[in-house]
């Protein structure tokens, strides 16, 4: 990246409650560079773009909901953001050509593999609920973990173009027909107040809520109140935006403990 590029934002919308712009500023304030994090919260793809073409402008994180709008914007993609068909990392090279990867996977995938030390890895059941763009994300994680998998949403038809991607995918129409699962990545927006049936709890997964806010999502509150291995929406967050910060800040490595104090704040 060139001197003058300094500008990072989020975009996305609605995004006023994100700890990026305080985990990127923090790391950026920790290293001494010369660089800005900051919300660009809009729903028109064409505002971004334009944004991105600024000289400024040196990159950013992408969310909800610009992941895959945002790839026609893009001039390299990585394997794995091609694969996921979603982009959540965008940043120019020293030449101003724009490339898209996605840490989301790399997060989802890292935090399951810690959380599954002890346990039986020949024969993953995994589950997936939603089908949006952060599904495909938890989707390609589970497939890298060689999990088999099913995928659970309000729209069967979404659901069953989002299997048609991945190896090892299938759709259910009822969580009530899965017999078992070692692993639960929940996608949906709180307000669909998603929970497991008794008979899914009492084996234990470990259960993943990418929703960080709020905290108290139904599945979430199920997994404590079950004891279930959860992984959080903020170490999400947090573990994708340190692998963002590597890219952003041109190869240093990120304060976690600096950063995780400030989220603590």
Known sequence: MTENLSQFFLFGSPIQYSLSPLL??????????????SLCDTLDIDEVASVL?????????????HKQAVMAHVDFLSEAATSI????TVWKDYEGKIHGDNTDWQ???????????GRDTSKLVGLV????????????????????????????ERAQKLATKFTGASVCTSLESIPHVDIVIGTVPPAASISLPDHLIKSKPIIVELVYHPRNT??????????????????????????Q??????????PRKEIVQAFIE
């Open 24 to 37: 990127h500023n923090t790391g950026f304030r920790y290293h001494n560079l010369d660089k800005k994090y």
């Open 53 to 65: 073409k600024k000289p400024t402008t040196a990159g950013g994180s992408v969310t909800i909901p």
């Open 85 to 88: 068909d979603a982009v959540n």
């Open 107 to 117: 997060a989802i995938h890292y935090l399951i593999k810690q959380r599954l030390e």
């Open 129 to 156: 609920i939603g089908a949006g763009g952060t599904a495909h994300a938890a989707c390609y994680s589970l497939v890298q973990l060689g999990a088999s998998f099913s995928i659970f949403n309000r729209s069967e």
């Open 218 to 243: 139904a599945l979430a509150e199920q997994a404590r109140s079950n004891r279930c291995p959860l992984i959080e929406g903020v170490e999400i967050l947090l573990e994708q935006g340190l692998r």
């Open 245 to 254: 910060f590597k890219i952003f800040s041109g190869g240093y490595d990120a």
